[in-house]
């Protein structure tokens, strides 16, 4: 109960300090900043989900089973993860200077150089913090989330009052952050992040490597394109565009997180009671989309308001191209839906595949929409493509339901999921 509860505090936190973050930027540094900065902390995010590659689910499920070992296998893990996120981020960075492209994120040699670092702390908090989530310790990983967050917030003003107001001061600021946060969470917890690692035990991490590179393709399939994006905006558009943009995206990727939670809970609720899993998955989708619904209604209805919070000036920089943006929550909370399907189901190689054509069509869209109609176009085809992918994940949870209810009788006595196969 306390590690839940640790881990729902420090959930909302981030995000609620993570949003004052980013309203605090947009206030203090000119819109150009705010979207280079922005763009490039999303090839960051993503260097971090590639970079990650599944160590971090292996460490949440194996850390508790191999006592003695656990010090040996975190180490291994991070200095794994740690290594392809720093070849990842290089390759970005010197793909970067070769195209020699004067939109992009990447300013010089120093923005290179804390891009690099920031992805390899990236990936390394990502691992500790699901290293304290595997050895019950989730108040740490809490303190971590805060202090990054705080630190992270108070940075910016800094600079920002130090006139610094580049885009390569954001990014320092998030760097900084994270440095702040390993630092600050070992003091609190007197060493506790030290004593998470030992000398790296590679043969163990061999052992159990084929663990998560089923549900890590499934991960990367469905999060990769949206985590992109705004990258994709700022070199399709402008740093300007992508200011405005970001805000809102913002704004739906925290509330995206509502469904996909609701999601993810299905995952361990169906394995404890699958007698009820048909009602379970049909409430937790109804509840999900209702929610979703309603903030579409918001965004569709007040997205210049909400854009003027941010900013004065990002209104009329986006004009009414982002209203349709929150209709896409409809289409992402089926997908949320049909990846814990496939979980359930133990088909998540099968499905990743799926996803990552569903990745690819969004990609086409997005990019086919900018080109035809800009800003308003690249939403529009990224809510189509999204809510295509949505309207067959809907065919998928209605046949599965279709069949969990013809079963009856005979998954009353099961043991299994009902969704299994």
Known sequence: MLNSGALAIGTIAAAGLGFVYWWLAAQLFPPEVIG???????????????????????????????????????????????????????????????????????????????????????????????????????????????????????????????????????????????????????????????HLVGPPDFQLLHILRRKVVDHYALDVALQAPSVIMPYLVLILLSPTTNAAFVSLWMLISMASSIPAAMATVLFPVVRACPKQSRHD??????????????????????????????????????????????????????????????????????????????????LCLVIAGAKLDGLQGLVLGWTIAVSIEGACAALILGFAMKLDSAAGPVHEESTTSPLQP
């Open 36 to 194: 280079k900065a922005s763009a490039l902390l999303s090839v960051m995010g993503l260097v971090g989900l590639l970079g990650e590659g599944g160590l971090g689910t292996l460490l949440v499920g194996e850390i508790v089973r191999h006592p003695g070992r656990e010090r040996g296998l975190v180490a291994a893990a991070a200095c794994v993860g740690v290594a392809l996120a720093v070849g990842l981020a290089l390759s970005f960075v010197f793909g970067h200077a070769y195209l020699d492209s004067s939109i992009g994120p990447i300013g010089g040699w120093f923005e290179g150089v804390a891009f690099v670092l920031g992805c390899a702390l990236t990936v390394l908090g990502i691992l500790a913090d699901q290293a304290f989530v595997g050895n019950l310790r989730s108040t740490d990983r809490m303190i971590r989330q805060v202090l990054f967050s705080t630190s992270k917030l108070m940075l910016i003003a800094g600079a920002a009052a130090a006139g610094c107001t580049s885009s390569a001061a954001v990014l320092l600021t998030w760097v900084a952050g994270l440095l702040a946060s390993f630092v600050g969470v070992d003091l609190l917890t007197r060493g506790g992040g030290r």
């Open 281 to 362: 998955v049909l409430v937790s989708v109804a509840a999900s989309l209702l929610f979703s619904l309603v903030c579409a209604v918001v965004v569709f209805t007040f997205s210049q308001q909400m854009l003027a919070v941010f900013n004065p000036a990002y209104p009329e920089i986006a004009g009414s191209s982002l209203r349709f943006l929150g209709f896409s929550l409809l289409g992402s909370t089926l997908k949320f839906h049909a990846c814990t399907l496939a979980r359930l189901g133990d088909r998540m190689r099968k499905a990743s595949r799926w996803f990552a054509l569903g990745g690819l069509l969004e």
